[in-house]
């Protein structure tokens, strides 16, 4: 039957099928979603509806290629009315203590996102979208789909596993719970094991119930049992344990259907340094830093991470920006923020190179050179380490991050966490152990190194899109469109029933 006329393929081609998204108002959500739209859109043949917010979606138009058919569309919103700074449309451009309200006041985007649908089946002459993908934030949007008759999915960038967490002890707040121990289980996810109060992002620790974001998460969260499935931009092969915990805590589909990463062409790229001073390294001598575009360390954390990475004797690549309670975007003072001399030593010695706020990722990632990479968890850089079978230095340091760097540590053996947060101590010689640990030939670094390997062909395998041999991620895609294909045509079929009846009386 798969290839034959009831196949997705088929009934994708027999017309073509309109798919909304609608990420929350933040770059590390906006990302994941345009790949899924990029991809979607070359690999199933449908076209995409881009909904955000005025000024995200100008950001958007400009970095798009002039050949990108991704219909872009404005909701209207104006952040003053929130209390928020005006022109301040995602979480890049406020402060941190912000961002519920950004999230509160996504909620009133709603009536505006039901017309918007509306005005979309209207303009298709009373054919709906074939499905609404919305942010795990979104929850809300899945109630707006059940009274439009439209399919509803959340789409999540982040690990099944991760995501398993982060959604347990916001329904369950378990470390409020404990009172004798700094240690706690998750009483819905027992696969977890233990969990360390010390993996708590800020939010999540000092939620009570009674807070704002517990009664945001709370309420939100829930709005995904009105939903018909969450896409999971991960694996089965390694993240099948996440992905069973939403399987029985929902009881809806969760799709895996990663990695989805951004083609190179839609890549910021900068100056080409960097991948030439690789090129001058031996194989597998280089360790890549980085803690992606939205975070950065303290600046004593700092002082301390460049001194392990001068004593470890490693070659490296360090993209760096201005410390915790600096502009991020500010210019790099390396004679301030950096042991003294260390910008001209490891440059005479040619042994580190410090590149300024954005380093193409994915091109050092796939270089020979590269051995292993010291990154915050967020799980697209998870993603890119491992599809090229890079072993990972974790250094979570918000959200589900902490629980990304536990799976990959505990369950899938390709990481170790050297520290945790932004403002924990952090010593020389423990960033050293662990360099040495990854990088050395040791039997954990081997060992560490071949899973790593395993990983990236097991990537490879779900992927692969051959007639009649499929992977996990192209058949859970498949599976994504069969169903929602299903609702609507029983919706067709109903409604046509309908007018039928009418018709007779
Ligand atoms: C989401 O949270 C907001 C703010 O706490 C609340 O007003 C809204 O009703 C919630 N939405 C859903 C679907 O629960
Ligand atoms: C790692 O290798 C370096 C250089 O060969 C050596 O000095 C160091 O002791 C090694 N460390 C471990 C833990 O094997």
Not at 50 to 79: D, G, H, Q
């Amino acid at each position: 039957m798969k290839n034959g006329r009831d196949s997705p393929e088929r009934k994708m081609a027999e017309r073509k099928e309109n798919i909304v998204m609608f990420p929350f108002m933040a770059q590390g959500h906006i990302i994941p979603f345009l790949a899924l739209a990029i991809q979607m859109q070359q690999r199933n043949n449908c076209t995409i509806t881009f909904v955000n917010t005025p000024l995200n979606i100008k950001k958007l138009s400009s970095s798009l290629p002039p050949t990108s058919s991704i219909r872009l569309v404005e909701i209207p919103f104006c952040s003053s009315d929130h209390g928020l700074p005006p022109d301040t449309e995602n979480t890049d451009a406020i402060p941190y203590n912000l961002v519920i309200r950004l999230l509160e006041a996504s909620v009133s985007l709603r009536p505006s996102f039901k017309k918007l649908i509306q005005g979309l089946i209207e303009e298709q002459h009373g054919q709906r979208p074939l499905c609404i993908i919305a942010d795990i934030f979104f929850g809300w949007t899945a109630s707006v789909a059940k009274e439009l008759n439209v399919f509803h999915a959340i789409f999540s960038g982040a690990s099944g596993y991760g995501l398993a967490c982060y959604y347990s002890l916001w329904m369950n707040l378990p470390h409020r719970k404990v009172i004798d121990s700094d240690a706690f289980q998750l009483p819905d996810f027992p696969e977890a094991s233990s969990i360390h109060i010390t993996q708590l992002a800020t939010n999540i620790r000092e939620g009570d119930g009674a807070d704002a974001w517990s009664i945001y998460q709370k309420e939100n969260l829930s709005g995904w049992l009105k939903s018909d499935g969450i896409l999971f931009n991960t694996v089965e092969e390694f993240d099948d344990v996440g992905l069973l915990y939403f399987r029985r805590k929902i009881c809806r589909p969760a799709w895996p259907i990663g990695p989805v990463l951004l083609p190179m062409e839609n890549r910021a790229r900068v100056g080409k340094g960097g991948i030439e001073w690789l090129s001058t390294k031996p194989v597998n001598s280089v360790l890549f830093v980085s803690f992606g575009s939205m975070n950065t360390i303290s600046a004593s954390q700092m002082m301390n991470l460049a001194m392990g990475l001068e004593a470890s004797g490693k070659n490296f690549i360090w993209v760096v920006r201005p410390p915790i309670g600096f502009d991020i975007n500010s210019e790099f003072r390396a004679k301030e923020w950096l042991p003294e001399g260390f910008e001209e030593r490891i440059k005479d010695s040619r042994r580190g190179l410090l590149v300024y706020n954005w380093a193409p990722q994915v091109e050092i990632l796939s270089h020979k050179s590269v051995s292993a990479f010291l990154t915050h968890g967020g799980w697209n850089s998870v993603l890119e380490a491992l599809s090229h079978g890079v072993p990972m230095i974790g250094w979570p340091m918000a959200a589900e991050q902490f629980f990304n760097v536990k799976l990959l540590e505990e369950k899938m053996g390709v990481c170790v966490e050297v520290a945790r947060g932004k403002s924990c101590e952090v010593r020389c010689e423990d960033i050293v152990a662990k360099i040495e640990l990854v990088m050395n030939e040791t039997k954990t670094g081997k060992e560490m190194r071949r899973k790593a390997c395993q990983t990236m062909e097991m990537i490879k395998k779900a992927i692969k899109n051959e007639k009649g041999d499929k992977g996990s991620s192209v058949k859970a895609m498949d599976d994504f469109f069969s169903a929602a294909l299903s609702m609507r045509e029983k919706s067709e079929k109903e409604h046509c029933g309908v007018i039928q009846a009418e018709r007779i009386w």
